[in-house]
């Protein structure tokens, strides 16, 4: 018998001959495949959300209040809620950990949801049915907000120990976990060299960010007079969105220390040598932030609901309603955040922020009430806002704003307002923003 059976044995099994005295405690029950995570609630829907970033908590909330007889649960791995944005403030100290990282078994009271963390870790949509590693749990509507994973396999195939030694040593931070912390104790560290940091081709997560975070450590290499350059690696061939303000940070700000290379298609990343192979060149490093491809979340995978190409091949997204936010092969099923998938020939996907998933979410939560009450769907789009800090001392801010409209064909189009004059105004502008976004769902 090995580890796994015995541990889910029962007791007299497991022990073999041992007989256990009327006297003991009882054991656990096991946990098996068809144990049951919880017991339905009220007469209502139940809505399983999987995921509690930015989109995850905001569908619970709002679910809660337009289906008040609803049994909304949310299932999310980590214990704590840590906000994407305002992350790159947090490296150099501009928003303590407080800001960042907030409790979620209270919003989770408040607002009257369920909260159980644990992982995903399957779907039966056949029998409508998500497995965690509490036990099973079922479900009438299912809503993935699982954000992004690192597609390290872009890079390394099977080569398991290149991907897991990467992401040890050259942290990129942009799934909250334990990265986070490690990247900004690396740049806390830092006494001099190279640091290059790769951009993901697009669609990635945040778009304008990885600039962003590129000025605030070359903001920290400045103030504190370190001998270090910044070497950005984009595979883009000019820098978008907000181009002309973080040209003008960089050749300002920081003419000495970031030096933005377009065209960079990474070829090859050799993470135990420090050095990367680029459409624009080779590099070498002392130091770096390696960003790898980003894509839909394991969780859309697992669940059989990622698109494909022309060619068969998967395109990394959500395959998805691009108006009613529902997977095209089960209706039942909703794509929130950003693991969505393609919208619109004019510009390709929603822009994956923090700002889309909070919109997205409150749009799906009306849906799925509408559903309920028995009403036609209203389609809605949503809108985008950004703010990116690009100098630590006075703090000054650009920003970039899109907005959405169908035309009468029903294709989405976007316009874009790059607001490329930093300021201090827009910075009180961002704290007020994500605090209302808080109060929202926190």
């Known amino acids: ?42 007469k209502g829907p139940r809505i399983v959300i999987c995921g509690g970033g930015w989109g995850g908590m905001t569908a619970a909330r709002h679910l809660v209040r337009l ?16 906000s994407g944005p ?48 509490q036990g099973a749990i079922s479900y009438d509507y299912l809503i993935l907000s699982g954000g992004i994973r690192n597609a390290y396999d872009a890079w390394f195939g099977n080569d398991l120990h290149a991907a897991e030694y990467t992401r040890q040593h050259f942290p990129n931070a942009y799934i909250p976990n334990a990265e986070m912390f490690a990247l900004k104790n690396k740049l806390k560290a830092f006494k001099g060299g190279t640091i290059v940091m790769t ?33 950005i690696l984009d595979p883009k061939p000019k820098i978008a969105p907000i181009g002309e303000g973080y040209r003008a940070a960089f050749e300002e700000l920081y003419p000495d220390i970031i030096t933005h290379v377009p065209n960079a298609v990474v070829r090859e990343v050799d993470p135990f040598n420090k050095r990367i192979k680029t459409a624009a060149g080779d590099f070498d490093f002392d130091d770096a932030v390696l960003m790898p491809p980003h894509q839909a979340a394991d969780m859309v995978w697992h669940a059989g609901l990622i698109g ?18 529902t997977a095209r092969s089960d209706q039942d099923v909703y794509i929130v955040g950003d693991s969505m998938g393609f919208i ?36 809605v789009l949503p809108d985008n806002l950004c703010y990116m800090m690009v100098n630590g001392d006075p703090q000054e801010e650009i920003s970039v704003k899109f907005e959405y409209e169908v035309d009468p064909s029903g294709k989405v189009l976007q316009t874009q307002i790059d607001m490329d004059v930093r300021t201090s105004d827009l910075v009180q502008e961002d704290f007020q923003w994500i605090k209302s976004r808080f109060n929202d769902f926190l």
């Not at 909304?72 to 809620?81: K, Q, S």
């Not at 068969?312 to 108006?323: E, I, L, N, V, Y």
Request: aromatic share 8%; proline share 10%; charged share 20%.
């Open 67 to 82: 289906i008040p007889n609803a049994d909304v649960v949310l299932l999310e791995r980590n214990p704590t809620f840590w």
């Open 199 to 231: 951009l993901p081709p697009p669609p990635h997560r945040c778009p304008p960010s990885p600039y962003e975070r590129a000025c605030l450590m070359a903001w920290h290499i400045k103030h504190n007079k370190i001998p270090g350059k910044i070497i």
């Open 344 to 379: 619109s020939d004019q510009f390709g996907h929603y822009p994956k922020s923090a700002h889309v998933a909070h919109a997205i979410a409150k749009i799906v939560a009306q849906n799925i009430a509408e559903r309920v009450a028995g009403k036609d769907v209203v389609p």
């Open 1 to 42: 018998m090995n580890r796994r059976n015995f541990m889910l044995a029962t007791p007299t099994a497991a022990l073999g001959s041992l007989i256990l005295p009327s006297t003991s405690v009882a054991a656990p029950v096991a946990v098996h495949n068809n144990t049951q995570l919880l017991p339905r609630r009220g």
């Open 308 to 325: 494909t190409d022309p060619d068969g091949k998967p395109t990394g997204w959500a395959d998805m309603h691009p108006r009613l936010y």
């Open 86 to 133: 305002m992350s790159n403030k947090w490296l150099i100290d501009i928003v303590n950990t407080d800001f960042l990282n907030h409790d979620m078994l209270a919003p989770a009271i408040k607002y009257g949801y369920t909260l159980v963390n644990t992982e995903v870790t399957a779907f039966e949509r056949d029998k409508k049915i998500v497995r965690t590693t």
